[in-house]
């Protein structure tokens, strides 16, 4: 080897094989292995910290994952039913049921339980969808990070915030579908911000069309983000085109300037075919039209793509329902149906006061009270259901870790500050990226806008808004990083000693926002519910069984006794009474036939209008959830009806 050659001329030296070829996987890895160790060999205190942290969480989320079982409550009445549906079938199809969600509610991240099912023969694994999920996040966001311009330390802060979120931390050990979504709409970004400066190539148009359908097929509501994201790509890409007419035009009019380089200063090599200014030929002529074709087939491909993937799903629910997005029961449920600007702005008023809540009580009290009756001032009702879910109340209590509605103050307003800073004032994060920051700005408070004017207020809205934090934390990395930035590149300068202060109190901020943020993260893995590593319920005290019921420990063994009777009975087809919030999965595994294969499990009730419901005649036995009223009115007369609080079967005489 020469001399002087450094570690990276001897990576690439061995990385070719015989004839120049590529050498083996191994060698590869191993050039992987030696620029992490230099990364973190170069790394400072502060950074090596970030990045331990980080790791901490994510392998502790990784352990609470594979220890506990599933628990989550959408989970047991739509999420895993859907999936032991589909294995009981054999195929994807539709199936009479009263639960409209096992069939309405997109099935993206179900299709990735359903593999790990099959494969596994159990719900073992089906956490680590969601925890997988979270680790492409803080990858994807890291590199958004990096491509606004950020460095090392920005990346690694933008991480250290989405990784100590406590909604993040507690769905990374879930089998909600939240992170999932958010994943999905963090690689739209991503490739969006690809084009902001290069032609988009069209194997990167295909991987943006996929992203896009995975979106829509795994929640709708993350396709608020992107429909700004690819209009933002899309001028971005029209720009380029006719951006590329100048360099074009002059050298066919006036050749090459002094020195030999283009006119204006625009270079004619490109590094790419996707980089290559389309407006021009080999002799110079200008073709701006062929770039424009070229961004309006692109945009066709991205949609086609899309629908390639949530088409087949889109097609069932419009034939089964005559809409593409379901009854009018789900139509209504979740979508605002007001949109007059006093309701928006109210309905955005609950959003935050929800995302923003604190354990302080009279602050949340205040802030509730100044809304409400700012909203009866302005002539809305708070509790409008036009803008409200359900039969639900303004205000909840959202600060206490619970997976599906805890709070993200601390993420969300450094979030909020610098998508602010980036719009207003985005020299002072980077000079050099002042365009890209301030169109991602925008983006990211248009699809805070939009979620506030199309969804409405509900106690679980923050695991909704879940995708939107994702995109819009790479911008408080950035923030944070440029705070940090100024006062380390002023803190040698011959600055009055207030301004030193006035550094020093914004580094000591900073600081305390991530310690902070750290103990937040800590905490929520530490107690946060319905799986947690200490206390009651820590998924190493608490038996499999007792812990798939933390949500609701006094329905565990009722399901138990129910099913013991059917069992013992001989039943081998089973009717399902039940209601549209109530738990069926346990039911699948009670259930199961000797050999592990499903149990044959028909509804009595149906709200797909072209699937009829089993008669009850034709099942063995039925099992209850719920009502006991409800129940009592399917079971054929001179059957034996039990119930116990929650639960209930029927036989017929002699079993």
Same mark, same amino acid.
């Given at each position: 080897?020469?001399?002087?050659?450094?570690?990276?001329?001897?990576?690439?030296?061995?990385?070719?094989?015989?004839?120049?070829?590529?050498?083996?996987?191994?060698?590869?890895?191993?050039?992987?292995?030696?620029?992490?160790?230099?990364?973190?060999?170069?790394?400072?205190?502060?950074?090596?910290?970030?990045?331990?942290?980080?790791?901490?969480?994510?392998?502790?989320?990784?352990?609470?994952?594979?220890?506990?079982?599933?628990?989550?409550?959408?989970?047991?009445?739509?999420?895993?039913?859907?999936?032991?549906?589909?294995?009981?079938?054999?195929?994807?199809?539709?199936?009479?049921?009263?639960?409209?969600?096992?069939?309405?509610?997109?099935?993206?991240?179900?299709?990735?339980?359903?593999?790990?099912?099959?494969?596994?023969?159990?719900?073992?694994?089906?956490?680590?969808?969601?925890?997988?999920?979270?680790?492409?996040?803080?990858?994807?966001?890291?590199?958004?990070?990096?491509?606004?311009?950020?460095?090392?330390?920005?990346?690694?802060?933008?991480?250290?915030?989405?990784?100590?979120?406590?909604?993040?931390?507690?769905?990374?050990?879930?089998?909600?579908?939240?992170?999932?979504?958010?994943?999905?709409?963090?690689?739209?970004?991503?490739?969006?911000?690809?084009?902001?400066?290069?032609?988009?190539?069209?194997?990167?148009?295909?991987?943006?069309?996929?992203?896009?359908?995975?979106?829509?097929?795994?929640?709708?509501?993350?396709?608020?983000?992107?429909?700004?994201?690819?209009?933002?790509?899309?001028?971005?890409?029209?720009?380029?085109?006719?951006?590329?007419?100048?360099?074009?035009?002059?050298?066919?009019?006036?050749?090459?300037?002094?020195?030999?380089?283009?006119?204006?200063?625009?270079?004619?090599?490109?590094?790419?075919?996707?980089?290559?200014?389309?407006?021009?030929?080999?002799?110079?002529?200008?073709?701006?039209?062929?770039?424009?074709?070229?961004?309006?087939? *692109?945009?066709?491909?991205? $949609?086609?793509?899309? !629908? +390639? /993937? =949530?088409?087949?799903?889109?097609?069932?629910? %419009? &034939?089964?329902?005559?809409?593409?997005?379901?009854?009018?029961?789900?139509?209504?449920?979740?979508?605002?149906?007001?949109?007059?600007?006093?309701?928006?702005?109210?309905?955005?008023?609950?959003?935050?006061?929800?995302?923003?809540?604190?354990?302080?009580?009279?602050?949340?009290?205040?802030?509730?009270?100044?809304?409400?009756?700012?909203?009866?001032?302005?002539?809305?009702?708070?509790?409008?259901?036009?803008?409200?879910?359900?039969?639900?109340?303004?205000?909840?209590?959202?600060?206490?870790?619970?997976?599906?509605?805890?709070?993200?103050?601390?993420?969300?307003?450094?979030?909020?500050?610098?998508?602010?800073?980036?719009?207003?004032?985005?020299?002072?994060?980077?000079? *050099?990226?002042?365009?890209? $920051?301030?169109?991602? !700005? +925008? /983006? =990211?408070?248009?699809?805070?806008?939009?979620? %506030? &004017?199309?969804?409405?207020?509900?106690?679980?809205?923050?695991?909704?808004?879940?995708?939107?934090?994702?995109?819009?934390?790479?911008?408080?990395?950035?923030?944070?990083?440029?705070?940090?930035?100024?006062?380390?590149?002023?803190?040698?300068?011959?600055?009055?000693?207030?301004?030193?202060?006035?550094?020093?109190?914004?580094?000591?901020?900073?600081?305390?926002?991530?310690?902070?943020?750290?103990?937040?993260?800590?905490?929520?893995?530490?107690?946060?519910?319905?799986?947690?590593?200490?206390?009651?319920?820590?998924?190493?005290?608490?038996?499999?069984?007792?812990?798939?019921?933390?949500?609701?420990?006094?329905?565990?063994?009722?399901?138990?006794?129910?099913?013991?009777?059917?069992?013992?009975?001989?039943?081998?087809?089973?009717?399902? /009474?039940?209601?549209?919030?109530?738990?069926?999965?346990?039911?699948?595994?009670?259930?199961?036939?000797?050999?592990?294969?499903?149990?044959?499990?028909?509804?009595?009730?149906?709200?797909?209008?072209?699937?009829?419901?089993?008669?009850?005649?034709?099942?063995?036995?039925?099992?209850?959830?719920?009502?006991?009223?409800?129940?009592?009115?399917?079971?054929?007369?001179?059957?034996?009806?039990?119930?116990?609080?929650?639960?209930?079967?029927?036989?017929?005489?002699?079993?």
């Amino acid at each position: 080897m020469a001399a002087g050659a450094g570690p990276e001329t001897s990576v690439a030296l061995a990385d070719r094989g015989p004839a120049g070829g590529r050498a083996a996987a191994p060698v590869q890895t191993g050039g992987v292995r030696a620029r992490a160790a230099d990364a973190w060999r170069t790394a400072s205190r502060g950074e090596r910290l970030l990045g331990g942290v980080i790791g901490g969480l994510v392998l502790l989320e990784l352990l609470v994952a594979l220890l506990a079982e599933p628990n989550n409550f959408d989970s047991q009445t739509y999420h895993l039913p859907k999936v032991e549906h589909w294995v009981a079938q054999g195929d994807l199809d539709f199936w009479p049921t009263a639960i409209h969600r096992q069939v309405t509610i997109p099935p993206g991240a179900e299709y990735l339980l359903l593999h790990l099912r099959l494969l596994t023969g159990s719900d073992a694994l089906h956490n680590l969808v969601q925890w997988a999920a979270g680790v492409l996040c803080l990858l994807v966001a890291a590199r958004i990070t990096a491509q606004l311009g950020g460095g090392r330390r920005a990346q690694l802060i933008t991480a250290f915030v989405l990784a100590s979120t406590p909604m993040v931390v507690l769905q990374a050990t879930s089998t909600q579908t939240d992170l999932v979504c958010a994943a999905w709409v963090a690689c739209a970004a991503t490739l969006v911000l690809d084009g902001l400066r290069r032609r988009t190539g069209w194997g990167t148009l295909l991987c943006l069309g996929a992203a896009t359908g995975l979106t829509a097929v795994t929640k709708t509501s993350g396709l608020i983000a992107v429909g700004p994201l690819l209009v933002l790509w899309g001028l971005a890409q029209l720009r380029l085109a006719l951006a590329a007419r100048a360099p074009a035009a002059a050298l066919s009019v006036g050749g090459p300037s002094a020195g030999g380089a283009p006119a204006g200063g625009a270079s004619v090599a490109a590094t790419s075919a996707d980089e290559a200014p389309t407006g021009a030929t080999s002799v110079g002529r200008v073709r701006p039209v062929g770039g424009v074709v070229r961004v309006v087939a *692109g945009s066709a491909l991205i $949609l086609v793509v899309a !629908a +390639v /993937v =949530v088409g087949p799903f889109l097609a069932r629910v %419009t &034939a089964e329902f005559g809409h593409p997005l379901g009854p009018p029961r789900l139509r209504e449920s979740i979508p605002m149906e007001r949109h007059d600007p006093a309701s928006v702005l109210v309905n955005a008023l609950r959003i935050g006061h929800t995302a923003f809540d604190t354990p302080l009580a009279p602050l949340r009290s205040a802030s509730a009270d100044a809304i409400i009756d700012g909203a009866d001032a302005i002539g809305v009702d708070p509790q409008d259901r036009a803008i409200t879910f359900g039969r639900e109340v303004f205000p909840v209590p959202a600060w206490y870790p619970d997976e599906d509605r805890v709070a993200f103050p601390i993420a969300g307003a450094v979030a909020l500050l610098g998508a602010l800073v980036a719009l207003v004032r985005p020299r002072r994060i980077d000079p *050099g990226q002042v365009g890209p $920051l301030r169109a991602y !700005a +925008v /983006v =990211v408070l248009t699809t805070v806008l939009l979620h %506030t &004017a199309m969804l409405k207020w509900q106690p679980w809205g923050n695991r909704l808004l879940l995708y939107a934090l994702v995109l819009a934390v790479p911008l408080a990395g950035l923030w944070l990083d440029a705070i940090l930035r100024r006062h380390a590149g002023r803190a040698t300068s011959t600055a009055p000693t207030s301004g030193r202060a006035r550094r020093s109190v914004a580094t000591l901020a900073v600081v305390a926002v991530l310690a902070t943020s750290a103990l937040a993260g800590v905490l929520a893995l530490s107690y946060g519910f319905p799986r947690r590593l200490v206390g009651s319920g820590s998924v190493f005290t608490t038996s499999d069984w007792d812990t798939r019921f933390l949500r609701r420990p006094e329905w565990a063994d009722e399901f138990r006794w129910a099913a013991s009777a059917v069992r013992d009975s001989g039943a081998r087809r089973i009717g399902l /009474v039940e209601q549209n919030d109530n738990w069926e999965y346990p039911w699948w595994l009670l259930l199961r036939q000797p050999d592990g294969g499903s149990p044959e499990l028909v509804s009595l009730q149906s709200v797909l209008p072209e699937r009829p419901p089993a008669d009850p005649a034709s099942v063995d036995a039925i099992v209850c959830t719920g009502s006991q009223p409800a129940c009592a009115k399917l079971v054929p007369a001179g059957w034996r009806l039990e119930f116990r609080g929650y639960v209930g079967y029927a036989l017929p005489p002699g079993r």
